[in-house]
């Protein structure tokens, strides 16, 4: 009998080998994805709270006679926690085809879903079929496509531009310009499934060091902003995202104003030049969607390679409402008219029988 339940310490061993078998390239944290949900198994304890409190990547497995069959790992995306990621979907090769992917995915919309999310997203690679088949039948849909691009092993395989663009470390007071930009830049659909807040762009102030101490800053910051700002609009038209899940291994989005779509090639311009400034080496992949086309042919004309080409599928899960309560009411008794009034037109002529 197949059971569903958390992940615990105990099951690392099994879960770092059941991931070997997971055959699809993963947009990113190639390195890392065993790390990630390792820790996951040290938060046992956080299943049995609120999802709303959840603090590392929720993590539940599929077991037959103490042995993993499957995982799925889900988390969730800004504060408003309104939607959250499938991060991993992974079945074990010899039992493939009995349904389990499917339970998986049933059990965290009904575990989930209860707790008011209202959207589920997981990127797929363009070539599993299967798996785009399976997230077809469970009510998921394509909204956006992406293209992953690689940039070179080392910083100096890529030839940086003479004069950098003039972008800056974003902070804390661009929280709001950071929000505004980011709805700017997202589709409509988007915009309401992430469901972005102004506190998920907060940025804390870091202090001024020279370059490998700072840069060593970041990397354990996670996440930072590269923005580039028009003083005299005061807004921030153009913003690069990176996510640092260690030394080397790199995460880079773009978000462009639609306003100033140029500035994508001063955005990977100034990429370029910080990979060749602070030796950022090993995996940095960059994202450029369909609904940003300025970005894609921005890192083409810098012929950087890609990596693959991905689909974002979406979720939306909808509550049945409760059907309301009748409300009992005491019955009233109201005075019968005995005689009721009976009013005729002026004009209505009435026969008369008389002498």
Same mark, same amino acid.
């Given at each position: 009998m197949i059971k569903i339940e958390p992940l615990f310490a105990t099951d690392s061993t099994q879960m770092r080998a059941l991931m070997r078998h997971q055959n699809e390239p993963l947009p990113y944290e190639s390195f890392c994805a065993e790390d990630a949900l390792f820790r996951g198994g040290l938060t046992f304890w956080q299943h049995w709270l609120p999802c709303r409190w959840h603090i590392a990547p929720s993590i539940y497995l599929a077991k037959e006679d103490g042995v993993i069959l499957a995982l799925i790992s889900v988390s969730s995306i800004g504060k408003a926690r309104a939607s959250w990621r499938i991060e991993h979907l992974v079945v074990h090769p010899h039992h493939r085809g009995r349904g389990i992917a499917q339970e998986l995915l049933r059990y965290v919309f009904a575990l989930f879903g209860s707790q008011g999310v209202s959207h589920f997203v997981i990127e797929v690679s363009g070539q599993n079929a299967a798996a785009l088949s399976l997230l077809g039948s469970c009510g998921f849909r394509r909204s956006a496509r992406s293209v992953h691009y690689r940039f070179g092993g080392e910083a100096s395989s890529q030839k940086p531009p003479a004069e950098a663009p003039p972008f800056r470390l974003a902070l804390p007071s661009d929280r709001q310009a950071l929000y505004q930009l980011h709805q700017d830049a997202l589709p409509p659909d988007?915009?309401?499934?992430?469901?972005?807040? #102004?506190?998920?762009?907060?940025?804390?102030?870091?202090? *001024?060091?020279?370059?490998?101490?700072?840069?060593? !800053?970041?990397?354990? $910051?996670?996440?930072?902003?590269?923005?580039?700002?028009?003083?005299?609009?005061?807004?921030?038209?153009?913003?690069?995202?990176?996510?640092?899940?260690?030394?080397?291994?790199?995460?880079?989005?773009?978000?462009?104003? #639609?306003?100033?779509?140029?500035?994508?090639?001063?955005? *990977?311009?100034?990429?370029?030049?910080?990979?060749? !400034?602070?030796?950022? $080496?090993?995996?940095?992949?960059?994202?450029?969607?369909?609904?940003?086309?300025?970005?894609g042919d921005a890192l083409q004309q810098a012929k950087i390679e890609k990596e693959g080409e991905f689909f974002l599928m979406t979720r939306e899960h909808w509550l049945r409402a409760k059907k309301p309560r009748s409300l009992k009411l005491d019955p009233v008794a109201l005075p019968t008219i005995v005689k009721p009034a009976i009013n005729l037109p002026r004009n209505l002529k009435v026969p008369f029988s008389g002498e």
């Open positions: 988007l915009r309401l499934i992430y469901e972005y807040l #102004p506190e998920d762009f907060a940025v804390s102030d870091l202090p *001024v060091e020279s370059g490998d101490k700072f840069f060593k !800053r970041l990397v354990r $910051r996670k996440l930072w902003y590269w923005v580039l700002e028009d003083k005299e609009r005061r807004v921030i038209t153009a913003a690069i995202q990176v996510r640092a899940h260690r030394e080397s291994d790199y995460h880079l989005e773009f978000a462009i104003h #639609p306003g100033w779509q140029h500035l994508a090639q001063e955005a *990977v311009s100034f990429v370029l030049s910080a990979m060749a !400034r602070y030796g950022m $080496r090993g995996m940095v992949i960059a994202k450029a969607y369909d609904y940003q086309p300025s970005v």
